[in-house]
């Protein structure tokens, strides 16, 4: 895809990295008091505090949704081609932030650090699953935002298509059972 404030997103929600550096007196002063935690001395995909990183997704979220909708307006081959590959994407993402295993979502954290084992703070584990909270909200809004957009400019979708006839299929296509009414019978049990 050529937009790549579309792509931006993904490509955050692709990364995760908690670094803990020496020294480092940041105090978390965000709104977001889902996210708010004692981070001093964590960073989150390189934000301070995850108040900072989670209204950094909310910006890139609302560039999503710019984007998206300049997408839409240029016309409905476009769009729905845009609107498949982001489900694809979605669905990526989804696997990374929802794995059957916890360990798993734990492990594709990359945990990098400037201080000794021993300086680093408590609570970390905490603090990682709240940043992975964070990431799941915003792909959460956009999965909202995506399905909205399908429900408002294509709410129905025919199951049938128009005139009883399946594209592609001619009359010959069907299958045809030649063999004996009580095989037939056999075969469905």
Do not use: C
């Amino acid at each position: 895809m050529e937009n790549s404030n579309l792509n931006a997103i993904f490509e955050e929600l692709r990364r995760s990295e908690v670094s803990f550096v020496e020294d480092r007196d940041s105090v978390d002063s965000g709104v977001y008091q889902l996210f708010e935690a004692d981070t001093r001395g964590v960073s989150f995909n390189g934000f301070d505090s995850l108040s900072e990183y989670f209204q950094y997704l909310l910006n890139l979220y609302s560039q999503f949704k710019a984007a998206l909708s300049d997408v839409l307006d240029t016309g409905t081959k476009k769009a729905k081609n845009t609107l498949r590959y982001i489900k694809g994407l979605i669905g990526e993402i989804q696997i990374l932030l929802n794995p059957r295993n916890e360990d798993l979502l734990l492990a594709r954290v990359d945990v990098k650090s400037t201080s000794k084992i021993t300086n680093r703070p408590r609570g970390v584990l905490a603090d990682i699953l709240r940043f992975i909270d964070a990431q799941r909200e915003a792909l959460r809004l956009v999965k909202s935002y995506v399905k909205s957009i399908k429900d408002t400019k294509w709410p129905y979708v025919s199951v049938m298509p128009p005139d009883g006839h399946f594209s592609g299929l001619s009359d010959s296509s069907f299958l045809n059972w030649k063999g004996k009414q009580s095989e037939l019978e056999n075969e469905r049990l």
